[in-house]
């Protein structure tokens, strides 16, 4: 193993255009492992658990970027990063507009582009609050991809921005559709008549994608960052989100969404949906108690819910990706009826965490002793992981991204003799992997081949989220994993009802809690 850190000194680039050049590097000739980081201190400590942190890359300081790579064998070091440089330099032009000026600041970038009234920032962490304060400041709206924000500065950039009349999205806000421009990690979905306002973004790209296949398009899907229904920050920009869409005459009906609220978070968010004067479906993901409306008012637990629930107040017929077809149904029956001497635990490999965390609490409502992978894994038990968490993209893309760690875990899962079932997410759309399929496909043989040769079956399960418009091609890519063996269906719910139909030998509960044999 030969560890190489190259610090290209003051040299920023996001972190949606690292994750792109992590993943060409570890496709170049003799390199096992790599990946390009900012150089703050988290990213460092992140380096040296991966074993990617030479000496050299130890000095490196927040504005500089790592370059860190693993040559077997080695020797070819002046031309990785001679590849590495041709790469960077083409993505800054790709994105300046060619050899034309580029700004150097915000007040600069607003001379170029007085009429622009959002700034999107991307920095690290440590530097994004004062960013957005500055933004703020500018009379501009932020959305702040950025994390490592803290809670407190969160707080005070959102008052700063009501005191404004501003939105502030984020920290670590990765989606939006705001009159129509995607946002960070979007996908290709027609205007329309909903608005949504969504402490998720992967939440949020579910049920605007299930609107997008049912024909109903969208108004705007603002991100507020995974915090914003905390006790501390009490929904500032939920609040601020609804209030907006209540004032849109575009928006006929109004989608909340987050996972479980604080309580003081949570009143206020009922409170001011009650007196907004549109309809409005309010998600608190795997919330139990009242699913009733009350009056505008309509509370769902899950997204596949949510968006059925949209589609009902609209006068819409159930769609098609609510329900299985046939073929889909025989194959689940087949599997079900099969002799298998192993177990048929479900093993969940997710990129997109409330996609996970929706799983999860439908699996426990089910009657599974379903665990995370942030909790101890029992033996024998259903284990869902979000391998979008930290601990397992040290040193590597996200895998939106990048499909090689779940690909390895999906191999991996099949060798273990507990594990029947594979549950599987794969998020389309802008900034997302150009053909995840393709990726996935090989994956998905091999782990089924080492499960038949081992005497056993392996049910591969896909909750493909994304819309017919998406780049990728989701009709090709829904081929592609089914020719794979895969069972794909465009409801995460769904797919999780399917896992444990096929888990537990029993039927698939549909939509509104019936089941069919």
């Known amino acids: 193993m030969t560890v190489k850190n190259h610090v290209l000194k003051n040299m920023y680039r ?64 002046e031309a990785v990063m001679t590849s590495v440089q041709q790469r960077l330099m083409s993505g800054r032009q790709g994105t300046g507009g060619g050899t034309g000026y580029r700004p150097r600041s915000m007040e600069g970038a607003l001379q170029t582009l007085p009429q622009a009234n959002l700034a999107m920032i991307s920095v690290p962490g440590e530097h994004a609050a004062r960013e957005a304060r500055k933004a703020l400041d500018l009379g501009l709206n932020v959305l702040l991809f950025s994390d490592n924000v803290t809670l407190e500065d969160e707080v005070d950039l959102k008052q700063q921005a009501i005191s404004l009349g501003l939105f502030m999205m984020g920290p670590d806000c990765g989606t939006a559709i705001i009159n129509g421009v995607p946002l960070g990690f979007a996908n290709a979905v027609p205007s329309g008549r909903v608005g949504l306002v969504s402490a998720s973004g992967s939440g949020l790209q579910q049920v605007i994608c299930l609107l997008a296949e049912s024909g109903e398009g969208i108004s705007h899907a603002l991100g507020v960052g995974g915090r914003d229904l905390s006790g501390e920050v009490n929904g500032a920009m939920m609040l601020e989100g609804l209030r907006a869409l209540g004032e849109d005459s575009a928006t006929e009906i109004i989608v909340l969404i987050s996972k479980p609220p604080a309580q003081s978070a949570r009143d206020r968010v009922l409170e001011a949906a009650s007196r907004c004067g549109k309809p409005c479906v309010i998600s608190f993901l795997g919330e139990q108690g009242e699913r009733a409306g009350r009056g505008n008012v309509h509370m769902e637990n899950n997204l596949e819910g949510t968006a059925l629930r949209v589609l009902k107040l609209l006068g819409k017929e159930s769609p098609g990706w609510a329900l299985l077809d046939d073929k889909s149904r025989k194959q689940i029956e087949s599997i079900i009826a099969s002799p298998d001497p192993g177990h048929r635990s479900i093993r969940g490999l997710y990129s997109g965490g409330t996609l996970c965390y929706e799983s999860l609490f439908i699996l426990r409502d089910l009657g599974h002793q379903a665990g995370s992978g942030l909790e101890r894994e029992q033996v024998g038990g259903d284990l869902l992981i979000d391998m979008g968490d930290d601990r397992y993209t040290v ?118 809690g019936d089941t069919r044999g």
């Open 14 to 77: 996001d972190s949606v255009a690292l994750m792109r050049l992590s993943q060409e590097m570890e496709g170049l000739e003799n390199v096992a492992q790599a990946t390009a980081i900012m150089g703050t201190d988290n990213n460092k400590d992140l380096l040296a658990q991966a074993g990617l942190l030479a000496d050299s890359g130890k000095s490196a300081t927040p504005n500089d970027l790592i370059v860190a790579f693993d040559l077997t064998p080695p020797g070819r070091e």
């Open 395 to 512: 040193g590597r893309p996200h895998p939106i991204i990048d499909f090689r760690s779940r690909c390895e875990a999906l191999v991996q899962a099949a060798t273990n003799p507990k594990v029947g079932v594979v549950l599987l997410d794969v998020i389309l759309g802008y900034g997302a992997h150009p053909d995840p399929a393709a990726e996935l496909a090989p994956a998905l043989l091999e782990a089924q081949d080492i499960a038949r040769n081992a005497g056993r079956s392996l049910a591969c399960v896909v909750a493909l989220c994304g819309s017919p418009d998406d780049p990728q091609d989701m009709d090709q890519q829904q081929k592609t994993m089914t020719h794979a063996g895969a069972l794909v269906v465009h409801s995460n719910a769904l797919a999780a009802r399917i896992a444990s139909a096929i888990s537990r030998g029993g039927a698939v509960p549909l939509p509104g």
